[in-house]
């Protein structure tokens, strides 16, 4: 679908490792050479990294129209930036249904981050 409208896709978070320890991400303890220390350091190494942020509506009447992405793996969060690079509607889309095209268009299914939570039910 081409049209004037476009879609731009801005990280926002999450920021801090707090939030993966506060969510029991998954992690494995990693030893490693720190040059810039000195010396030997044990890190977290998260398997899954997750984004979350806002799409930007470019072309709306409303010129600050906007709305909130719920956290999602980073690995759908970058599939779907890429994709909005080429992509344009002749309407303003809903949240809804510019994620069920991208799904529909390209086969991927978004990867949310802990559909079963609540909190994130709400932004869905």
Known sequence: MKGNITYFLNWMGPISLRWYEDNKIPYKEVTKENRFL???VTIKEYKTHYSCGRIDVHGAKDPWME???PVMESS???KISDWLDDFSSESVLTKDELFSTYERETG???KWWNVDNDK?????
């Not at 994130?120 to 869905?124: A, F, N, Q, R, V």
């Open 76 to 78: 759908s969060w970058n």
């Open 108 to 110: 991927e299914k978004i």
């Open 38 to 40: 000195g010396k030997t």
């Open 120 to 124: 994130t039910k709400d932004y869905l």
């Open 67 to 69: 709305f909130s992405v």
